[in-house]
T-cell receptor, first 112, second 115 residues
Framework: GENVEQHPSTLSVQEGDSAVIKCTYS??????FPWYKQELGKRPQLIID?????GEKKDQRIAVTLNKTAKHFSLHITETQPEDSAVYFC???????????FGPGTRLSVLP | DVKVTQSSRYLVKRTGEKVFLECVQD?????MFWYRQDPGLGLRLIYF???????EKGDIPEGYSVSREKKERFSLILESASTNQTSMYLC??????????????FGAGTRLSVL
């Protein structure tokens, strides 16, 4: 089955700096890669996703890149702000979510 | 706005008790999921359901069962609770249209403590 690894497990950055979180997956059939943000005490919420037919997607300060050949994808957050502090989960999914597998999460701390 | 509601935010149960965790979604989604969340382990899939009365085992189904008698409701059952089932349990649903088809929407979670 699918296996998703995520690095680093914790990440501290200064406010205004960029943060990058990387994930790798094992199943070449995976074609949908979402990123979820979970603030303390709250539910995970989708922040950005990418499908296998594109290599990059951007939404304001957040971008995701995908390398299908190498089976890895990354989340990039620019100009980080204290409210970006949260746990971020990547996931990989093949047809219709039958293999929706999450990474272990990255705890991002943005220091003022 | 999709709403996924879990009946309890916090539960405290004793070892050996039968425990029911309830989840309701209001968007007529076909797919519903139960995860448990533990520090350093991320979200692990316990069971999912793709239709009424249909269920599939996830990665860690041992010690759990599920019930989906109605489309909007997906219940997680701990037949005989054990201390190693102390965790945060998250319900999710999925089944929008078009590009929203793949998005999972989560409930607020139930923090279960088994003493």
């Amino acid at each position: 089955g699918e296996n998703v690894e995520q690095h680093p497990s914790t990440l501290s950055v200064q406010e205004g700096d960029s943060a990058v979180i990387k994930c790798t997956y094992s199943d070449s059939a995976s074609n949908y890669f979402p990123w979820y943000k979970q603030e303390l005490g709250k539910r995970p919420q989708l922040i950005i996703d990418i499908r296998s037919n594109v290599g990059e997607k951007k939404d304001q300060r957040i971008a995701v890149t995908l390398n299908k050949t190498a089976k890895h994808f990354s989340l990039h957050i620019t100009e980080t702000q204290p409210e970006d502090s949260a746990v971020y989960f990547c996931a990989a999914s093949s047809f219709y979510g039958q293999n929706f597998v999450f990474g272990p999460g990255t705890r991002l701390s943005v220091l003022p | 706005d999709v709403k996924v509601t879990q009946s309890s935010r916090y539960l405290v149960k004793r070892t050996g008790e039968k425990v029911f965790l309830e989840c309701v979604q209001d968007m007529d989604h076909e797919n519903m999921f139960w995860y448990r969340q533990d520090p350093g382990l991320g979200l692990r899939l316990i069971y999912f359901s793709y239709d009424v009365k249909m269920k599939e085992k996830g990665d860690i189904p041992e010690g759990y069962s599920v019930s989906r008698e109605k489309k909007e409701r997906f219940s997680l059952i701990l037949e005989s609770a054990s201390t190693n089932q102390t965790s945060m349990y998250l319900c999710a649903s999925r089944g929008g249209e078009g590009k929203d088809l793949d998005i999972q929407y989560f409930g607020a979670g139930t923090r279960l403590s088994v003493l």
